[in-house]
């Protein structure tokens, strides 16, 4: 949920972005939100919200 929020929010808030961009921001966030979950001891409600902000 982290990255559709993320792509949500960046819909919402701006008219610059483009496909280019948003797919590489969901690529980013996931790969953040999966390196959360495999190399820290985050807990699990906290990757929805790291996802959004990155």
Same mark, same amino acid.
């Given at each position: 949920m982290g990255v559709l929020g993320g792509l949500f929010v960046l819909g919402g808030? $701006?008219?610059? #972005?483009?496909?280019? @961009? #948003? =797919? $590489?921001? #969901? =690529? !980013? @966030?996931? #790969? !953040?939100?999966?390196g959360l979950w495999k190399f820290t001891a985050v807990n699990g409600y906290l990757y929805t919200a790291c996802g959004i902000t990155t």
């Open positions: 808030t $701006t008219t610059r #972005a483009n496909s280019t @961009g #948003a =797919l $590489t921001g #969901a =690529l !980013v @966030g996931a #790969a !953040v939100m999966f």
